[in-house]
T-cell receptor, first 112, second 112 residues
Framework: AQSVSQHNHHVILSEAASLELGCNYS??????LFWYVQYPGQHLQLLLK??????LVKGIKGFEAEFIKSKFSFNLRKPSVQWSDTAEYFC??????????FGAGTRLAVHP | DGGITQSPKYLFRKEGQNVTLSCEQN?????MYWYRQDPGQGLRLIYY???????QKGDIAEGYSVSREKKESFPLTVTSAQKNPTAFYLC???????????FGPGTRLTVT
């Protein structure tokens, strides 16, 4: 069965620090990978997605993620975080019947 | 504005009562989903519907029921049989041709 694992449940950073959030998946089909973000009090929204092509994907707000097939990973990165990046981040892969399977989430707190 | 609306934002109920959560979308999306979000557990799929008058159980359907009488609407009923109903409930939708899901703002249900 498909699964998604996010290694860091809570991350605390100072502004301007670099960010990398881990995501590993187990999936046997065509790879489609997603990162969603949930800012405090806001909708869950798509940050970026990978369907095919260049394994380095650029998303909104300066985020990027790299698909490494050999490691079954899709880690999220940002070179310099801001206080406004404080949010919960979810990695997701398709499950059967057009579902998405979500990881447990990583809560990021950025201190000014 | 196109989007997904969920109402109410906060809902309080006594144990033993059924409660229905509303989800409406005007995106003309085919499929709709209900997730439950609990701290540290990510999003877990309750029910989903790919077309009108059809729906399937997700991973944690026990104690819940849904209907899909119109394309725009996918209400979720939390019955008294659900053992731990207090949670944050998210509705989502997507086009048939894409895995990407769009989320509503959520309803926080508290049962005492």
């Amino acid at each position: 069965a498909q699964s998604v694992s996010q290694h860091n449940h809570h991350v605390i950073l100072s502004e301007a620090a670099s960010l990398e959030l881990g995501c590993n998946y187990s999936y046997g089909g065509t790879v489609n990978l997603f990162w969603y973000v949930q800012y405090p009090g806001q909708h869950l929204q798509l940050l970026l997605k990978y369907f095919s092509g260049d394994p380095l994907v650029k998303g909104i707000k300066g985020f990027e993620a790299e698909f490494i097939k050999s490691k079954f990973s899709f880690n999220l990165r940002k070179p310099s975080v801001q206080w406004s990046d404080t949010a919960e981040y979810f990695c997701a892969v398709p499950g059967g019947y057009n579902k998405l399977i979500f990881g447990a989430g990583t809560r990021l707190a950025v201190h000014p | 504005d196109g989007g997904i609306t969920q109402s109410p934002k906060y809902l309080f109920r006594k144990e033993g009562q059924n409660v229905t959560l509303s989800c409406e979308q005007n995106l003309n999306h085919d499929a709709m989903y209900w997730y439950r979000q609990d701290p540290g557990q990510g999003l877990r799929l309750i029910y989903y519907s790919q077309i009108v008058n059809d729906f399937q159980k997700g991973d944690i359907a026990e104690g819940y029921s849904v209907s899909r009488e119109k394309k725009e609407s996918f209400p979720l009923t939390v019955t008294s049989a659900q053992k731990n109903p207090t949670a944050f409930y998210l509705c989502a939708s997507r086009l048939k041709s894409s895995y990407e899901q769009y989320f509503g703002p959520g309803t926080r249900l508290t049962v005492t």
